[in-house]
């Protein structure tokens, strides 16, 4: 797979987003009122596997970031469908005392 120089935009964004993904992973949990064990039985990740993503020592896939949604009751979609390609994290009308239910 291509990747772009180190001095490419695309690849400082993707940095930047690298180096706010640990915290925002933090911050979405704390809110939706989550412990690490409980966001791990929503998502169907494991605990250890949360951990390094919040540590940063892991790579978060799109694939996970859409189990980490689901787990917390949230939706996945772009930000502004048609301007950019920025993803965020959209509040699904659930109560968060519930289990999500499967799609």
């Known amino acids: 797979m291509p990747t772009a120089p180190d001095n490419h935009d695309a690849h400082d964004y993707a940095e930047r987003i690298r180096a706010r993904l640990p915290r925002r992973l933090q911050e979405l949990t ?3 009122g989550l412990s690490k064990n409980g966001l791990a039985r929503a998502s169907g990740l494991s605990r250890e596997y949360i951990a390094k993503l919040e540590r940063g020592a ?3 896939t799109l694939s996970v970031k859409a189990q980490l949604s689901h787990g917390m009751g949230m939706s996945l979609t772009p ?3 048609c ?3 920025e993803w965020s994290y ?5 109560h ?6 499967q799609p």
Do not use: D, G, V
């Not at 959209?90 to 659930?94: D, N, Q, R």
């Not at 968060?96 to 239910?101: A, D, E, G, N, T």
């Open 30 to 32: 704390e809110r939706c």
């Open 58 to 60: 892991a790579n978060l």
């Open 79 to 81: 930000k502004n469908r």
């Open 83 to 85: 301007e950019r390609n």
């Open 90 to 94: 959209s509040p699904a009308p659930i």
């Open 96 to 101: 968060l005392s519930q289990k999500p239910s």
